[in-house]
């Protein structure tokens, strides 16, 4: 017999088994890659969800005869609209002539160390009345 062709079939024989044992190392680390590549989709779609949410209720309160609770409402339908799970209510809080509205969003969690929730704020100049004499 060639030792050149002995030496192939005791080298095939010793691989046995390899292909498993890496799959069974491999599959569990692509499976936690998919899961945290789907976390992060969820994390930034509940960041837009809120900016929008926050967005939105700061251009409802921006009119000089909005209230908070026109820019809560407003933010709260949005986050209705676009699927986002509330942490709380929007607060609404206005400072020298501007409205800020800040939105927490619930963030589902598939892998731990995520944050559990997102939050976004939105500032928006209030509308104010100038006579024409002013102007």
Known sequence: M???FATVATRTQRDRGDATAQLV?????????IFMGVQAAIYFHAANVAAAAAS???AAASPRAATASDAAAAAQQLIADLG???????????????????????VPSIVPFFPESVSRTALE???????????
């Open 2 to 4: 060639n030792p050149r």
């Open 25 to 33: 190392i491999i599959t569990p680390i692509l499976v936690l890659l």
């Open 56 to 58: 939105q209720g700061a």
């Open 84 to 106: 986002g799970n509330p942490a709380g209510p929007p607060v609404v809080s206005e400072t020298d002539g501007f409205v800020s509205v800040t939105v927490s969003i619930d």
């Open 125 to 135: 100049p209030r509308e104010r009345f100038v006579p024409e004499s002013d102007r």
